[in-house]
């Protein structure tokens, strides 16, 4: 891969295309799929990687918020577009884009309805979202009888699909409360169906779940983001997906410090003889979060582990570079197809989605497909 001047996030859209493949070999050719590419895709680049999932085929996307979506659609995507978790405030908004909301609660459902009319809308596609056991939106059993009258009485909307989401897809131990979960939304979904007339599309896996359930509960679309990215259940890279993102960065400065001597903002890394420490123009305003700090996780430079040491700085971290070969200018590898994001951030006690979604704005993207 071509050498970096300065921060720079990688994105290889090709391998997007390896992963959406091997994701859709996991279920039946006629199961849609939904491409989720909410929070700037996994903190990478929403237009580009939406424009590759179009051209894939994906038949849905999804964001979080109508802002997101508004996005794409300025940037001339097409493909229907989810939105999992809209605020009234942006329902007009949301009908100007053609953006189609997640209803998860009474009061959500009214008042998308009251948008709906007041803007002269005709089966506008809207889904309905069940909350199944994860208890952070959706609606519940008890409220079909509602959602059925609302839908019967008010022909601006219609349902298009039913939906909810798994607590813990990536996790055996909790596969009798998921296969719960599966076994809820299944009667709510059907309820709901019987009660309106017509049979929505309904949906409930998450990559995890694409890769553990998609016998029990693909339904007739699947959800993926994580997948997507070249991420699954293992703190190991998955071998059947490959990572798109690569972090890498540049060595800035190369120091030795002496004995006793300490390094960076409140001096918590001491050194206990001569320390050969190189810092690095990447800090928590770039996503580095402070968590990574103080030894609790590494970078690669020419091959060889680095860790950081003291407090991550604004702009900046100094890892460790004693016997390490290397030098001022030489290229350093925060994550990518040789180093899991999932690895770097288990140090952290954190996870893949948080080091992905915090690469912030100020860091260059670099898109290839090849
Ligand atoms: C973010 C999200 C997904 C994607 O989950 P992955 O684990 O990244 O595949 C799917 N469904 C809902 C409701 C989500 O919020």
Not at 295 to 321: F, R, T, W
């Amino acid at each position: 891969m071509d050498k970096v001047g300065e921060t720079t996030l990688v994105l290889d859209l090709s391998a997007m295309g390896h992963n959406y493949r091997y994701l859709r070999s996991k279920i039946a050719p006629n199961t849609k799929f939904l491409g989720v590419v909410k929070a700037f895709a996994y903190g990478s680049d929403m237009v580009a990687i939406a424009k590759k999932l179009e051209t894939l085929g994906a038949d849905y996307l999804a964001v979080a918020y109508v802002s997101e979506g508004g996005l794409l659609r300025n940037a001339g995507i097409k493909t229907p577009i989810l939105v999992l978790h809209p605020l009234a405030s942006n329902f007009e908004e949301m009908i100007d884009c053609c953006l189609e909301p997640s209803l998860y609660s009474q009061n959500i459902l009214t008042q998308f309805l009251d948008a709906a009319r007041a803007k002269k809308q005709v089966a506008y596609p809207v889904h309905i979202k069940f909350n199944t056991g994860l208890n952070r939106l959706g609606f519940r059993e008890h409220d079909i009888g509602f959602i059925a009258e609302q839908f019967k009485a008010h022909d601006e909307v219609k349902v298009i699909s039913v939906f909810s989401h798994l607590a813990a897809s990536e996790d055996p131990n909790e596969r009798m409360f998921s296969l719960g979960q599966i076994d809820t939304f299944k009667k709510c979904s059907s309820a709901l169906a019987q009660k309106l007339g017509y049979a929505p599309l309904r949906h409930m896996l998450n990559t995890s779940g694409i890769i553990n359930y998609a016998s029990e509960a693909q339904f007739e679309m699947v959800r993926s983001g994580i997948g997507l990215y070249g991420y699954g259940n293992d703190a190991l890279i998955d071998p059947n997906l490959r990572p798109v993102a690569t972090l890498k960065t540049i060595i800035s400065q190369i120091h030795e410090i002496g004995d006793g001597e300490t390094v960076g903002y409140n001096r918590t890394f001491t050194s206990g003889s001569t320390t050969k420490t190189a810092t690095l123009p990447i800090g928590h305003a770039d996503g580095i979060g402070r968590q990574y700090g103080r030894g609790k996780a590494s970078v690669l430079i020419n091959g060889k582990e680095a860790p950081l040491i003291g407090n991550v700085c604004m702009d900046m971290i100094m890892v460790d570079v004693t016997g390490v070969d290397c030098k001022e200018g030489d290229e350093v590898l925060v994550f990518g197809p040789q180093r899991s994001a999932e690895n770097f951030a288990s140090g952290a006690g954190t996870i893949s989605y948080e080091i992905l979604t915090a690469i912030s704005q100020r860091v260059k993207r670099v898109v290839i497909d090849r």
